[in-house]
């Protein structure tokens, strides 16, 4: 069972950078696919990218598009989220999700995937 600890949260200006990480314990871990979400308050959790296995291509939530970056390395069991120029209005908590799920493209929906971390804060000052 994979376990993923995310790390890189904090308080960022609007228009501002930050770059989250996701460590996963499962040395197979270049078999899943890795996705990041985040949730505000009172809010829905969302997709916000994903990384496929194998052949590494990216989706992304249209609102992000543009401005987030999401990579991987295998060899260090890590998962990245880049962001920038961010907005007040992406304040959440976000979460790094891994499914075992194959070659299909990754799933937008986090039922699909299997395994969470404990989530790390980003703030966006206005």
């Known amino acids: 069972q994979v376990q993923l600890v995310e790390s890189g949260g904090g308080l960022v200006q609007a228009g501002g950078s930050l770059r989250l990480s996701c460590a996963a314990s499962?040395?197979?871990?270049?078999?899943?696919?890795m996705g990041w979400f985040r949730q505000a308050p009172g809010k829905e959790r969302e997709f916000v990218a994903a990384?496929?296995?194998?052949?590494?291509?990216?989706y992304y939530a249209d609102s992000v598009k543009g401005r987030f970056t999401i990579s991987r390395d295998n060899a260090k069991n890590t998962v990245y989220l880049q962001m920038n120029s961010l907005k007040p209005e992406e304040t959440a908590v976000y979460y790094c999700?891994?499914?075992?799920?194959?070659?299909?493209?990754?799933?937008?929906?986090?039922?699909?995937?299997?395994?969470w971390g404990q989530g790390t804060q980003v703030t966006v000052s206005s």
């Open positions: 990384i496929q296995w194998g052949s590494s291509s990216t």
């Open positions: 999700a891994a499914a075992l799920i194959g070659p299909r493209p990754p799933p937008r929906s986090r039922y699909e995937y299997g395994y």
């Open positions: 499962e040395r197979t871990f270049s078999r899943y696919t």
